[in-house]
């Protein structure tokens, strides 16, 4: 799944945040996107790509660059 | 054939004011209205027990009724903080306090948010069975016994409150098809340890995201209706978001999906009761589908229909 799959998962997981400040690297706490929304986002990610991801590696998830990665890394 | 006629609840007057208790637990204001959804919770007072709360319910249901204590034959009582540790049950005690005649059924059923919709179809077979025309499933769940009020994955979301159902074979709703399912295998994300609450709130996430939808999408197929045919969707107040986000993944219109915990929490089992009330009085909602789910875990669907 690359960068651009996971912005579209986080903004259309994301309602009532502005996101206009998001890039790769932004930290989602840092423009508002809460554990709710983060738990949408996962659950997006899980949906699309058939995999379970588990709770001690949600809190590691914390931009796109991070998502990337770990994904990158678990489908290697 | 029996059916539901009537409903009435017992709110606590005593609130806990949910954003000044997030700032203190580091969530802000937004958080609550915009997620959560309830900015109070509704707790019970003190010198008040799980019966008290049930007693007031059906006092209310009577009272709204004009039916005397001496006309319900049936008590079903769904809680899982109960009296006294449920020993002597719970529905016992409330048919004590009514003044209930000897010859009343009473028995509790244990179960969480999926507990309403388990009640109407237990008691209504109960009854059928034992020929009872009159009865009463009341939810009771006071919540506020076991959270930890350091612990915002819980402290933030459950209200006390009790409903009362009204179950005879004068009716506004019949109950339709139903689907019940249980996942004994992950109740761990929703349980008690040492007396209190815990939650994993992702699994629950996660299980209500994906069951619900499923199981309410197969229930309209096997009634061979589509969703357009359901007037109202009143599905279990966990949240405003898990509401928001099972609207979203069954495509349903928000004004289809009444949300109602601004003032109390989730009330658990008492959540859909406390909507399907006010939807009693509005003719023009005539095929209701009701879904709990929750602890368990445990998830029930049920259509409803106005005569």
């Keep these: ?76 | 054939m029996l059916g539901i006629h009537s409903i009435a609840h017992y709110v606590p007057s005593s609130k806990i004011d949910n954003v000044v208790q997030a700032e203190k637990l580091g969530k802000g204001a937004e958080f609550i209205t915009e997620k959560i959804g309830s900015t109070y919770l509704s707790i019970k007072h003190e010198n008040e027990d799980t019966s008290d709360l049930a007693v007031k319910a059906v006092q209310s249901l009577l009272e709204k009724n004009r039916l005397s204590i001496d006309e319900i034959e049936c008590i079903c009582l769904c809680t899982q903080n109960p009296d006294n540790e449920g020993l002597p049950h719970t529905s016992a005690i409330v048919q004590s306090k009514l003044g209930s005649p000897k010859n009343c059924a009473a028995f509790d059923i244990s179960l969480g948010c999926s507990g309403y919709v388990y009640g109407l179809a237990a008691i209504t077979g109960f009854m059928e069975k034992a020929r009872l025309k009159k009865g009463v499933l009341i939810t009771v769940d006071p919540y506020s016994k076991i959270v930890d009020t350091e612990d915002p994955n819980t402290s933030l979301l459950f209200g006390d409150a009790a409903t009362a159902t009204l179950i005879s074979e004068e009716y506004v709703f019949s109950l339709g098809r139903s689907l019940f399912c249980t996942d004994g295998a992950r109740g761990g994300a929703l349980e008690k340890k040492s007396a209190k609450l815990t939650m994993n709130g992702r699994q629950v996430f996660n299980f209500a995201a994906t069951e619900v939808p499923k199981q309410i999408v197969q229930l309209l197929d096997e009634e061979g209706i589509d969703k357009s045919g359901i007037d109202k969707f009143i599905l279990h107040q966990g949240s405003k978001y898990i509401v928001e986000t099972l609207t979203k993944r069954l495509g349903l219109p928000a004004e289809k999906v009444p949300i109602k915990m601004e003032t109390t929490g989730n009330t658990v089992s008492s959540s859909i009761p406390l909507i399907l009330e006010d939807v009693l009085d509005y003719a023009e909602d005539k095929v209701v589908l009701i879904s709990g789910f929750g602890v368990g875990l445990s998830w029930a669907s049920m259509i409803l229909h106005r005569l």
């Design chain 1, 1 to 76: 799944m690359n960068e651009e799959k996971i912005i579209e998962i986080v903004k259309s997981s994301s309602e009532g945040v502005d996101l206009n400040g998001l890039t790769s690297t932004t930290v989602f706490s840092d423009i508002g996107i809460d554990s709710l929304d983060m738990f949408t986002v996962i659950l997006a990610i899980q949906d699309a790509l058939g995999i379970e991801i588990p709770d001690s590696d949600v809190d590691k998830l914390n931009s796109v660059n991070a998502i990337v990665e770990y994904l990158t890394e678990k489908a290697a």
